[in-house]
């Protein structure tokens, strides 16, 4: 079950004109102009609060963004909008037109979603998704429900709620909130004594920068049942796609949110979902997904597969390239000039081949051009060079990287099988903070092999903390690698994902031996900040503070 949020009599009839509900864990946002919702969801994902709690709070009584303004102008009847979707229909049905549902889109916020829930919801490519943080809150913030009742946040998806662990569930995961509470406070804490607030530095930003490398350090134990607040904006042909691929899904905690989802959804953009529960169309559809993933499943199983995840080697597997492309500076030259020629791309191959290795470089070299930032990015030709590897990292470092979905990116089930990475600082304070993670490690692992005997590897990943591995493999162009290796090497990046795009780097170097296409991603950062990447928080939390919101 959710939290039901109490809110007062004036605040609901506040809510009714700009959320389609004021009660359920999903909801659309209405009446409201795209500036304001975008404003919302930034706000959304660094703050312990739901969307209209932060509505209530921040936006709706503040003079210079005018919702009053606005909802004094809501209009009363729905003509217009059922014009629109007339005029929908009879291009989407009439005449089969599956573009035109790429042509409107809402803003959903799918709240006390599951860490697993949300690797469902932010699969989908063509969609801009904003999830809350692990690093800005504590997660030991429990939810009040209306009545007064507090729970962590966690969830207890529906299959465990009504079967015979259910106690042990609910009492082993409080255990493990309590835990993570004396841990990242008592890092927080750590921080703070070993680097003092400097002279120059806001208390808001110290007490933020301090925080925030406190809930990085101590977020791989929580646990993928972990709840979270997730805004989704995307087209009604995305949304479809979404929908009928929750349905498929083997979790009960899915299929709920698609159908409350669709409820929502056609409250706000009715005509762009008609065929989701069609027999013959969305619901076809969801079954043959479900159809693939069952066989697949009995498939393995009937090969044994499963029963042992055998030996690995972290230094070897961690990070691992499958394939690339050995011609890749030869296709590049080609590609590169391609645009900037009236020549076929063979003539253009040729050309290639026939130059000299520093001729190459020269073309290479100005068609990426003095980038100023890691913002400046070279042209399209970079997306004919690909690379593939495959990752053996924690779960906390996977959610960051997945967020990446323009590549083609695939993963296996959470299990504790690879066992689980600890941050230097736990070993480094020691103490009772290391035998409380060390300990809840175990505890969980003990869970989740008995919870895999009542009710499957799906359910049972609910129980593995951020901190354990999972596998998971990644195809990307050169284009991509750029933005990637750039961003996430960078000095505010987390220690472990930084770890794991250096390494992929220096594959692409030294393995792949392209040398020319690695130096040209100059922004790659592999400097080792260590504890000095405090420095680096602190700088982003002092920028922050002039802003509209304060988020220490």
């Known amino acids: 079950m959710y939290v039901r949020e109490a809110f007062t009599d004036d605040e609901r009839s ?55 303004a606005i909802a004094d102008e809501v209009p009363n009847d729905a003509r217009g909008l059922s014009r629109a979707e007339k005029l929908y229909e009879t291009v989407f049905v009439e005449y089969g037109d599956d573009s035109v549902a790429q042509l409107g889109g809402a803003h959903v916020a799918c709240e006390q979603a599951s860490a697993i829930l949300t690797k469902v919801l932010e699969r ?36 465990i709620a009504q079967g015979p662990m259910a106690g042990r569930y609910a009492a082993t995961m409080d255990r493990l909130f309590e835990n993570y509470s004396f841990v990242v406070r008592a890092l927080t804490s750590h921080f703070q004594t070993r680097f003092p607030q400097g002279t120059q530095e806001t208390r808001g930003a110290y007490r933020s920068a301090t925080r925030a490398r406190a809930c ?66 969305g619901v076809a559809w969801s079954d043959y997904f479900r159809d693939i993933a069952q066989n697949m499943n009995e498939l393995v199983e009937g090969e044994g597969a499963p029963l042992d995840g055998g030996d690995f080697d972290l230094e070897r597997d961690e990070v691992e390239m499958l394939d690339y492309d050995p011609d890749a500076e030869i296709r590049l030259v080609a590609a590169a000039l391609y645009p900037y020629s009236n020549r076929s791309e063979v003539d253009l191959l040729k050309t290639a081949l026939g130059m000299s290795d520093e001729e190459r470089r020269n073309v290479i070299s100005t068609y990426v051009g003095e980038r100023l930032n890691r913002r400046h990015k070279p042209g399209r030709g970079m997306e004919r060079i690909y690379y593939r590897f495959d990752v053996l990292s924690d779960f906390g470092s996977f959610r960051d990287l997945q967020r990446h979905r323009m590549m083609t990116i695939d993963w296996q089930r959470l299990t504790p099988r690879h066992g689980y990475s600890t941050p230097p600082e736990i070993d480094e304070v020691g103490g009772e903070v290391a035998n ?30 951020f901190g354990y591995r999972i596998r998971y493999n990644v195809q990307m162009n050169a284009r991509q690698a750029f933005h990637m290796l750039e961003l996430r090497t960078g000095a505010s990046g987390h220690s472990d994902y930084r770890r ?53």
């Open 436 to 465: 409380r993670w060390h300990d809840s490690m175990s505890e969980m692992s003990e869970l989740y092999w008995d919870v895999l005997k009542e009710h499957g590897a799906d359910v049972a990943q609910y129980t593995i903390p």
């Open 124 to 159: 989908g490519r063509l969609a801009a998704y904003l999830e809350q943080s692990t690093r800005y809150i504590y997660y030991d913030t429990k939810l009040k429900d209306a009545d007064g009742t507090a729970r962590f946040r966690y969830r207890t998806p529906p299959e």
């Open 500 to 552: 794991i795009c250096l390494k992929m780097h220096a594959l692409i170097r030294d393995q792949a031996g392209h040398a020319v296409i690695a130096d040209a991603m100059e922004y790659v950062d592999a400097k080792d900040y260590g504890f000095g990447r405090l420095s680096s928080e602190l700088r982003q939390s002092q920028r922050r503070q002039p802003a509209l919101f304060d988020l220490s």
């Open 14 to 68: 506040i809510l009714s004109r700009f959320f389609t509900n004021t009660d359920l864990p999903v909801f659309a946002i209405v009446n409201l102009p795209e500036i304001v919702k975008g404003a919302m969801f930034a706000r959304y994902s660094r703050t312990h609060k739901s969307l209209r709690r932060l509505f209530l709070d921040e936006f709706y009584e503040q003079p210079e963004i005018g919702i009053q």
């Open 216 to 281: 990085d350090t101590a977020r791989g134990l929580l646990p993928a049942s972990t709840t979270s607040n997730l805004g989704i904006f995307a087209t009604g042909q995305a949304y479809e796609a979404l929908l009928m691929r929750m349905n498929a899904s083997s979790l009960a905690e899915a299929r709920k949110y698609s159908q409350m989802m669709l409820v929502e959804l056609r409250k706000v953009i009715a005509g762009f979902l008609s065929r989701v529960d069609v027999e013959d169309r």
